[in-house]
């Protein structure tokens, strides 16, 4: 079950931190509070390269007198102040900031997903998605909220505590200019397979979330199959190989830094033995030498601190990419510049012209083959042949979640490619074979159908699916949130809390994919009652294998192999002798339905009564 996704594997294998720069759309409608986070990173840069100069003074005029000595403390105890204070504020302003901005790439990343068609996600895992939105926004977050603000500030100092060096002694500053060279060499070397290294660990954590989430999803299939064993081998190994990555990421991160820092304490000390000898020899004074090495540490620790924090910035542009390629992924489909309006009210008139399709996934099969297909306002048309025949795929392209290779799709007489997708598709109801049912409340989900009705109309939906009665029987009735996926419910009544959201929708055009395969025979006949009742007038496309729920169709469409071989009445289908009559033989004997298989029904798990 575990697959790495395609958009991970297509990346270009170099990448730089200027891919940050990506970051900048969601940090620029805050330009004022980034503003004052710089002022106040300014003033606390400033103000630790005072207290050095400070430092100085003390030391040169510590014969001068205690009123003189008392004024230096005070001063430098107000210093010491501001510092705080300007901390304070460049941390506020700073997380604040952070957390504001991944707030609007976790909203921007789900609302661009939420909308690509279903081609995306044959190239990506869920997981994957969900650890891009939740593991890398947190990188981010850690970057902009702190990392980041820490580079501008140790940069600072290191560029300000350079120019104080030199006033302070250009012989001195000159043996300090020797090691930066030597320093920084570690950190490109180090700092690009670093890159590398922390993009690979946050695919492969990626990975472990998609396998997760794809095994937990299906955790009822996984325990019935005894799967559960090769499933966490699955698991195991894609977080292994993880924790591999990070740890050779980890081990290259310690050796940097190891050598780093060396190279910059080494530097320092071969520094002060040559400020020491001046002092003995006149050339500079003690307060000159104490503040050179203050400014030293001030510079060291601020170098030493840039290259931990490079490694920081590395991981943060390799999420940043990762989320990048989310909000700039290509959508198959898309919404036209200039999208033509269906005309209201909508009649519900469709029609396939020469219509041929192949899923993306299966290139050299044909899910349609050259499709003609007229269907009129107000008529019910069944659709049934054998498995993998067409049928579905038909109604996935009349909600144009594909594309027609050839042909195409009207709706009222538009195509459906000139017009928006969230225009059309609010004029369909669909009731699909495996309904999906939220871990909200019975009431929220049929409320789908339409989210502004009331009450009474939620009821009445329910009413007229056969829901009402399960439904009040819940501990909380209507408020009953129904569990992840609906597991609280069996699956009829999961059937029927779909149904009763289509009928809510009220929608000229009405789509039934197996509507009634998980019903008990009562509950079908009540169920198919209120469908009848809402068909009047409307739309209808009913995908069934049991002819006995669609012998009333105002006309049955025979498909096999992609291709329409027959189109009639039952009873016109049945004189044909063709595969229609072969289906209706199948199923019934003497003219009584066969024996139907008991209803995927749940009591264990149900929380009342279907």
């Given at each position: 079950m575990a697959r790495r996704n395609t958009i991970t594997e297509d990346r270009a294998s170099s990448k730089r931190v200027g891919a940050l720069r990506a970051l900048w759309p969601f940090i620029r409608p805050y330009r004022r509070q980034l503003t004052l986070a710089l002022l106040a990173l300014v003033l606390t840069s400033g103000i630790s390269l005072i207290l050095p100069l400070a430092a100085r003074r003390v030391v040169d005029n510590f014969d001068d007198g205690a009123g003189l000595l008392d004024e230096y403390f005070a001063a430098a105890l107000l210093i010491v102040a501001l510092l705080a204070l300007g901390t304070a504020l460049r941390y506020y302003f700073v997380t604040r900031l952070g957390e504001r901005v991944v707030a609007d790439i976790r909203k921007a990343v789900f609302a661009r997903v939420i909308r690509l068609s279903p081609a995306f996600f044959e190239r990506i895992m869920t997981g994957e998605i969900l650890s891009r939105i939740t593991t890398d926004t947190t990188l981010i977050q850690s970057v902009i909220g702190s990392t980041l603000s820490l580079a501008l500030r140790n940069m600072m100092i290191l560029a300000g505590g350079l120019a104080m060096l030199a006033i302070t002694s250009i012989k001195l500053m000159g043996l300090v200019l020797l090691i930066v060279p030597v320093m920084l060499l570690p950190i490109i070397i180090f700092g690009r397979k670093l890159r590398r290294l922390s993009r690979s660990n946050q695919d492969w954590i990626a990975a472990s979330s998609g396998t997760a989430s794809e095994s937990l999803l299906a955790a009822q299939t996984v325990q019935a199959y005894t799967h559960e064993i090769r499933s966490?081998?699955?698991?195991?190994?894609?977080?292994?190989?993880?924790?591999?990555?990070?740890?050779?990421?980890?081990?290259?991160?310690?050796?940097?830094?190891?050598?780093?820092?060396?190279?910059?304490?080494?530097?320092?000390?071969?520094?002060?033995?040559?400020?020491?000898?001046?002092?003995?020899?006149?050339?500079?004074?003690?307060?000159?030498?104490?503040?050179?090495?203050?400014?030293?540490?001030?510079?060291?620790?601020?170098?030493?601190?840039?290259?931990?924090?490079?490694?920081?910035?590395?991981?943060?542009?390799?999420?940043?990419?990762?989320?990048?390629?989310?909000?700039?992924?290509?959508?198959?489909?898309?919404?036209?510049?200039?999208?033509?309006?269906?005309?209201?009210?909508?009649?519900?008139?469709?029609?396939?012209?020469?219509?041929?399709?192949?899923?993306?996934?299966?290139?050299?099969?044909?899910?349609?083959?050259?499709?003609?297909?007229?269907?009129?306002?107000?008529?019910?048309?069944?659709?049934?042949?054998?498995?993998?025949?067409?049928?579905?795929?038909?109604?996935?392209?009349?909600?144009?979640?594909?594309?027609?290779?050839?042909?195409?799709?009207?709706?009222?007489?538009?195509?459906?490619?000139?017009?928006?997708?969230?225009?059309?598709?609010?004029?369909?109801?669909?009731?699909?074979?495996?309904?999906?049912?939220?871990?909200?409340?019975?009431?929220?989900?049929?409320?789908?159908?339409?989210?502004?009705?009331?009450?009474?109309?939620?009821?009445?939906?329910?009413?007229?699916?056969?829901?009402?009665?399960?439904?009040?029987?819940?501990?909380?009735?209507?408020?009953?949130?129904?569990?992840?996926?609906?597991?609280?419910?069996?699956?009829?009544?999961?059937?029927?809390?779909?149904?009763?959201?289509?009928?809510?929708?009220?929608?000229?055009?009405?789509?039934?994919?197996?509507?009634?395969?998980?019903?008990?025979?009562?509950?079908?006949?009540?169920?198919?009652?209120?469908?009848?009742?809402?068909?009047?007038?409307?739309?209808?496309?009913?995908?069934?294998?049991?002819?006995?729920?669609?012998?009333?169709?105002?006309?049955?469409?025979?498909?096999?192999?992609?291709?329409?071989?027959?189109?009639g009445t039952h009873e016109q289908l049945v004189e044909q002798d063709g595969l229609y009559a072969r289906l209706a033989r199948m199923q019934f004997m003497d003219g009584t339905p066969a024996a139907r298989p008991e209803p995927a029904d749940q009591p264990d798990a149900a929380i009342a009564p279907a």
């Open positions: 966490i081998a699955q698991f195991d190994g894609v977080t292994d190989q993880s924790f591999e990555v990070a740890q050779t990421r980890i081990r290259t991160r310690a050796t940097m830094t190891a050598i780093v820092i060396f190279l910059i304490f080494a530097g320092v000390i071969g520094v002060l033995w040559a400020g020491a000898r001046d002092v003995q020899q006149g050339v500079m004074s003690a307060g000159q030498l104490v503040q050179f090495v203050i400014y030293s540490i001030l510079v060291a620790s601020s170098a030493g601190s840039l290259s931990e924090v490079w490694g920081e910035l590395q991981r943060a542009a390799g999420a940043t990419e990762r989320l990048a390629e989310l909000l700039t992924a290509r959508d198959d489909l898309g919404d036209p510049a200039q999208p033509v309006a269906l005309p209201r009210p909508a009649r519900g008139h469709i029609a396939l012209e020469g219509v041929t399709f192949h899923y993306p996934t299966r290139a050299d099969v044909s899910a349609l083959e050259g499709v003609d297909l007229l269907i009129r306002p107000g008529e019910t048309v069944a659709l049934v042949g054998p498995s993998g025949a067409g049928k579905t795929t038909v109604i996935q392209l009349i909600q144009r979640f594909w594309d027609p290779l050839a042909g195409r799709i009207t709706l009222d007489g538009i195509d459906l490619r000139d017009m928006r997708r969230d225009d059309f598709r609010q004029e369909i109801a669909l009731v699909p074979q495996d309904p999906v049912i939220f871990a909200t409340s019975a009431r929220d989900n049929i409320a789908l159908g339409r989210p502004d009705a009331h009450a009474p109309e939620i009821e009445a939906a329910a009413r007229a699916a056969n829901a009402h009665d399960f439904i009040s029987a819940l501990p909380q009735g209507y408020d009953t949130p129904l569990g992840e996926r609906g597991v609280m419910l069996s699956g009829g009544q999961r059937q029927r809390i779909a149904i009763a959201r289509a009928i809510l929708r009220d929608a000229p055009v009405l789509l039934l994919d197996e509507a009634t395969s998980a019903l008990d025979a009562e509950s079908e006949a009540l169920v198919q009652a209120a469908v009848n009742r809402l068909a009047e007038g409307r739309t209808t496309i009913v995908i069934a294998h049991r002819l006995a729920t669609v012998k009333k169709a105002d006309r049955i469409v025979v498909f096999e192999h992609g291709r329409i071989v027959a189109q």
